[in-house]
């Protein structure tokens, strides 16, 4: 049995519209969760909104949002007037365009969703979607009010059904120059560069969320399990500090210390200028040359 729509609405393009409904693809349901709880007496502890200058509670019913336009100067807003601004909306994701995934930079993906028919009658008009956009290598971009907010979707195909993935407003993601312009352009030793290549394909693997373990999830785990079978839990052992000093030995000591040797490179024949010694070789462009030739794809990660 499928799990419970978060949303239930209609994915429409053109003129074709389809029932479908939305489930979280992503969630924290299952993780370890904790109350606060008072250790005199063992009673759960409620919280409270407390009146920073006076000390006093204030009720839920005195509580109103305030925008702060200088210190300790608010700007009050009523809920009403909140509600008032939220955007009314007729439960349809409506497709405005058809794009590459790849052209949409992983910055802007917010929160995967499942998209699925509604119902059986939806079930044809669901499929010639997802094949449509499977067969054209392409996904739909939407837009819809999704839980009091306008949001842009993208969907695309997944396995049977359709992934649909929430996408951050362009305000929200931050300027990568904000981050990276600080970062200086280092050159690196060509036996460094080998080294950290071999290392990179001994290690190529494939990606298999089942063998990244949540190592903290899994301690909470065992902890509880501890105290309720009243036993101590032991606890883990502190990393031993490594006693390696450069990066050429750390590269060094991850490639494990030995690497086959390059077959050697057998001497040419002929005079200096038939081997082109003296010649200058081309210049070959460097990374950063390279950077600047290139357009950039996207203005922020």
């Not at 299952?30 to 920073?52: K, L, P």
């Not at 499942?114 to 054209?136: C, F, M, Q």
């Not at 010694?277 to 081309?282: E, F, L």
Request: hydrophobic letters at 40%; a positive charge; glycine letters at 6%.
């Amino acid at each position: 049995m499928a799990p419970r729509a978060s949303w239930k609405g209609f994915l429409k393009i053109g003129e074709l519209t389809c029932p479908v409904a939305l489930h979280t693809a992503a969630s924290t349901a299952e993780r370890i969760r904790f109350h606060t709880i008072n250790r005199a007496t063992g009673h759960r502890v409620n919280r409270q909104f407390v009146d920073q200058e006076t000390g006093k509670v204030v009720a839920s019913d005195e509580q109103v949002k305030g925008y702060e336009v200088a210190k300790g100067e608010y700007v009050v807003l009523e809920p009403d007037e909140i509600a008032a601004t939220i955007p009314q909306g007729d439960k349809t994701l409506s497709v405005d365009a058809f794009v590459k995934v790849e052209d949409i930079d992983k910055a802007y993906f917010d929160r995967p969703y499942y998209l699925t028919p509604a119902d059986e009658v939806s079930l044809k008009a669901y499929g010639l979607i997802r094949e449509g956009l499977k067969k054209e290598g392409v996904a739909a971009l939407a837009r819809a009010l999704l839980f009091r907010k306008v949001r842009t979707v993208l969907i695309r195909p997944f396995e049977l059904g359709l992934m649909a993935t929430t996408l951050n407003f362009d305000y929200e993601v931050r300027e990568a120059d904000t981050v990276f312009d600080d970062i200086k352009n280092v050159k690196i030793g060509k036996e460094m560069l080998d080294l950290a290549e071999h290392i990179i394909s001994t290690k190529r693997g494939s990606f298999d969320p089942a063998k990244f373990d949540d190592r903290y999830e899994a301690a909470l785990a065992e902890l509880v399990k501890a105290k309720i079978e009243g036993r101590e839990m032991e606890r883990p052992a502190e990393p031993v500090p490594t006693n390696v000093v450069s990066l050429m030995d750390a590269l060094r000591q991850s490639a494990g210390g030995t690497r086959a040797k390059a077959p050697a490179k057998k001497k040419a024949a002929g005079s200096k200028a038939e081997r082109g010694v003296g010649k200058k070789a081309p210049a070959r462009k460097t990374a950063s040359k390279r950077a600047a030739a290139e357009p950039k794809r996207r203005k922020a990660s």
